[in-house]
T-cell receptor, first 113, second 116 residues
Framework: AQSVTQLDSHVSVSEGTPVLLRCNYSSSYSPSLFWYVQHPNKGLQLLLK??????LVKGINGFEAEFKKSETSFHLTKPSAHMSDAAEYFC???????????FGPGTRLSVLP | EAQVTQNPRYLITVTGKKLTVTCSQN?????MSWYRQDPGLGLRQIYYSMNVEVTDKGDVPEGYKVSRKEKRNFPLILESPSPNQTSLYFCASSLRRLAGASYEQYFGPGTRLTVT
């Protein structure tokens, strides 16, 4: 069965330092992968997506993710954290040829002043 | 404005009292889906629909029903709610996958349901 693992349930960084949120997936074929962000008491917003084009994907608000097939990973990075980045982040894989979407359990990012 | 709307946003009800949460999208999307979000579990898919009159079970369909009579609407029905259905519910829509890639989903604002 396809699945998504987010290796850290909580990540805490200082403002201005790099962010790394880790995601590993399992899929029986080349998947589509997404990162969504959820700010407190808000809905989900798409940060970026990978759909078999370039392996380095740029998203909104300075976030990037790199698809590594050999490692089955799709880690999310940002060079410099901002206070407004504090939120919950979800890694999502599309499975069953696009019929279903499997979410990881989420990583809560805290940004310290 | 392109959006997915859900109503109500907040609902407190009692065990066994049938309820419906509505979902509507104005983007002419074929694909619609319902999720529930619980702490530590991320979002889990309840039901999805690939197009009008086509629905299928997701990972956690027990206790829920859906219908897709029109392209824009995808209501979630709880015939006999129970306390374990207390959760935050999200509706989402997207274009239907074509060969090679999936499209991103657009999410509604969420419905917080409490069943006592």
């Amino acid at each position: 069965a396809q699945s998504v693992t987010q290796l850290d349930s909580h990540v805490s960084v200082s403002e201005g330092t790099p962010v790394l949120l880790r995601c590993n997936y399992s899929s029986s074929y080349s998947p589509s992968l997404f990162w969504y962000v959820q700010h407190p008491n808000k809905g989900l917003q798409l940060l970026l997506k990978y759909t078999s084009a370039a392996t380095l994907v740029k998203g909104i608000n300075g976030f990037e993710a790199e698809f590594k097939k050999s490692e089955t990973s799709f880690h999310l990075t940002k060079p410099s954290a901002h206070m407004s980045d504090a939120a919950e982040y979800f890694c999502v894989v599309s499975v069953n040829y696009g019929q279903n979407f499997v979410f990881g359990p989420g990583t809560r990012l805290s940004v310290l002043p | 404005e392109a959006q997915v709307t859900q109503n109500p946003r907040y609902l407190i009800t009692v065990t066994g009292k049938k309820l419906t949460v509505t979902c509507s999208q104005n983007m002419n999307h074929e694909y619609m889906s319902w999720y529930r979000q619980d702490p530590g579990l991320g979002l889990r898919q309840i039901y999805y629909s690939m197009n009008v009159e086509v629905t299928d079970k997701g990972d956690v369909p027990e206790g829920y029903k859906v219908s897709r009579k029109e392209k824009r609407n995808f209501p979630l029905i709880l015939e006999s709610p129970s306390p374990n259905q207390t959760s935050l519910y999200f509706c989402a829509s997207s274009l239907r996958r074509l060969a090679g890639a999936s499209y991103e989903q657009y999410f509604g604002p969420g419905t917080r349901l409490t069943v006592t």
